[in-house]
């Protein structure tokens, strides 16, 4: 049975396809279609004669995921793969992209891309998805609108901040963290301190949340403020832009009612068993994830995430480790939203936390490990179908403790030691002589399974020295500090 592989390149209102064979030679020539009821019409009755001209044959079809506009394609190449046999996939553009610098073509157009799309399915056929789940889809668009409403609110909030600053000084320290409910309420009636200082107090206290004494104190600030805006554009722009945060917070909270709603899988309230993670993060993740099938091990699934460790190394220069933040953006925002609870409220991650303070790692870093943990947390439940259990989690740590790793040793020298005579740089002496005093450098990279070790002991006792050497400075420099005061008293 012959096999055909089409890609479709699509472009906004428009998308050009082209056919090639196993040999990657052009069956049917670069043809373009538009994104219209004539174009699919087109489009369904060329699959039906080439299917007519080979009976014996099969399809796999390919197209970009280009932010949306190929969903009106991808559907019809859906609904299509229920009539003929075909196979219909969507692609990552990076993929594709790196397909066809590898392929050291140097012109782009609209029929070569399609050609590229075509031919990476024919290299690559283990890493191509077929058939997907629309579903997930339709779930992570509208989790993306969400989270364009969430940041237009933030926007919001800011240029209400800073309205606050000129016309309300004196509100401001109560919306430290946040500007709650009850200021919303008070500056739209009272949008400026000019008109809140001329307000009785009794009338301000009908306002919920907000108590006699508090009213009191607050009309008495705005008599004293120092406002510099008070005039009737400033008035305007500070109820519109509140107005405008209701209205975005009364959407908000609706796409989420509605994706709570939509996403009533068992996989959410799996998630949620662990302490840190509420519906709305579960439901983020999942959507990122959508199956757990898709990724081999736990580490496939941080990569997808962008939390694996990365070590540069390249002749005899290294640059040590970090974290990759390679791929999406939006699910190690989720990432970080969860661990940042889980260190307050779950015990196992704060003790994680705590323990990287220890070790001499900055926040960041520290935070970065615990992402790490929960994601791999995340990937057993999903992967068992079991809620979150402490017991599981203790006895996978202690049976690391009780089988510790062999004491490493360099593969690649393993059919010669270590010439003295090597015309080597002084950079690679060094080197060679920490590794002749047992000390290693900044990790050990093995050519098949990577990064061995991570970090030197040596760094962590450092560290571990500094910020025993930072506290004892603190302290002392507390007590000259009371001391010249008691001196100064006397």
Not at 95 to 117: L, P
Request: glycine share 4%; net charge positive; charged share 25%.
């Amino acid at each position: 049975m012959d096999r055909f592989y089409m890609g479709c390149d699509v472009s906004k209102g428009y998308a050009d396809f082209v056919v090639l064979n196993q040999r990657k030679n052009v069956v049917e020539k670069p043809f373009q279609m538009d994104d219209t009821f004539e174009g699919h019409n087109a489009l369904t009755n060329f699959l039906s004669n080439f299917f007519i001209r080979y009976q014996k044959a099969d399809l796999y079809v390919a197209v970009e995921s280009t932010g949306g506009y190929e969903d009106n394609w991808y559907c019809l190449l859906l609904r299509l793969a229920e009539v003929h046999p075909m196979k219909v996939a969507r692609l990552n553009p990076l993929v594709v992209k790196k397909h066809h610098e590898a392929s050291m073509k140097r012109n782009v157009t609209d029929a070569i891309s399609a050609e590229n799309i075509a031919s990476y399915l024919i290299s690559y056929p283990e890493k191509v998805m077929y058939n997907q789940d629309t579903n997930f889809q339709r779930l992570c668009r509208q989790w993306n609108c969400t989270h364009l409403l969430q940041k237009q609110h933030s926007q919001l909030l800011n240029q209400l901040n800073l309205l606050l600053y000129q016309s309300h000084p004196g509100l401001l320290r109560y919306c430290k963290q946040s500007v709650p409910g009850w200021i919303l309420a008070l500056i739209s009636r009272y949008p400026t301190a000019s008109k809140l200082a001329r307000a009785r107090p009794a009338t301000v206290a009908k306002i919920p949340s907000v108590t006699l004494e508090k009213a009191q104190a607050i009309t008495n600030e705005a008599k004293k403020s120092v406002a510099a805006h008070v005039s009737e554009t400033d008035e305007f722009m500070i109820v519109e832009t509140v107005n405008q945060i209701k209205r975005l917070d009364s959407s908000i909270e609706a796409h989420k009612q509605h994706l709570r709603k939509e996403c009533s899988f068992p996989e959410v309230d799996l998630l949620c068993s662990f302490t840190g993670i509420g519906w709305y993060s579960a439901i983020g993740l999942l959507i990122n994830i959508v199956s757990i099938a898709r990724f081999p091990t736990v580490k496939h699934l941080a990569s997808y995430f962008g939390l694996h460790p990365i070590y540069r190394q390249s002749g005899d220069g290294s640059w040590g480790f970090h974290m990759s933040k390679q791929g999406r953006k939006k699910p190690r925002e989720i990432l970080f939203m969860v661990a940042l609870s889980a260190t307050v409220y779950n015990p196992i991650i704060s003790k994680l936390y705590e323990d990287c303070l220890a070790k001499g790692m900055v926040k960041k870093a520290a935070m970065g490990v615990c992402m790490h943990k929960i994601l791999r947390i995340v990937y057993g439940m999903l992967r068992t179908n079991k809620s979150f259990d402490p017991s599981i989690d203790e006895k996978n740590r202690s049976r690391i403790k009780a089988d510790p790793r062999k004491k490493h040793c360099d593969k690649k020298r393993r059919f010669q030691s270590h010439d003295k005579m090597a015309p080597i740089s002084r950079r690679q002496t060094n080197t060679r002589k920490k590794m002749e005093m047992n000390l290693e450098p900044q990790g050990t990279i093995d050519p098949i399974n990577g990064v061995i070790q991570s970090l030197p002991q040596l760094n962590i006792n450092q560290g571990r020295i500094q910020n025993q050497r930072k506290n004892e400075l603190r302290q002392l420099g507390e007590i000259l500090v009371e001391a010249m005061l008691e001196v100064g008293g006397k």
